[in-house]
């Protein structure tokens, strides 16, 4: 009786642990704490990834990222002052290399 219930508490918390990773970087109402995907525009910043390992955008900004011929765009304008690495927002394929992304703090709120 014992082990069934020790068996029953630890495939909770295993299942309560793999619940709690796969949505780990999204609010409840699964939008990603980083932004949104959206369509390319014509005032987008373009960046190629290459040999830089860092880059600075204002929060509220629409970056096209562009990589061997494919590329995607992303708006951040979810959680500001929070580093993200692109391999969290990049599309399933998307060829990526290492890159952390430093979010600003979004002039509208207070602290930050």
Do not use: C
Not at 47 to 66: A, E, K, N
Not at 77 to 95: C, L
């Amino acid at each position: 009786m014992r082990t069934t219930s020790t068996l029953r508490a630890t495939l909770l918390a295993a299942l309560a642990a793999a619940a709690f990773s796969a949505y780990a970087d999204t609010f409840r109402n699964g939008e990603s704490f980083y932004g949104t995907p959206t369509a390319a525009t014509a005032y987008a910043r373009q960046v190629t990834l290459g040999s830089r390992s860092t880059l600075d955008v204002d929060y509220g900004s629409v970056i096209t990222f562009t990589n061997e011929g494919r590329s995607f765009t992303w708006q951040f304008n979810g959680m500001d002052h929070r580093p993200v690495e692109i391999t969290k927002i990049a599309p399933a394929g998307f060829p990526t290399k290492p890159l952390i992304i430093y979010v600003a703090p979004n002039p509208w709120n207070r602290g930050g």
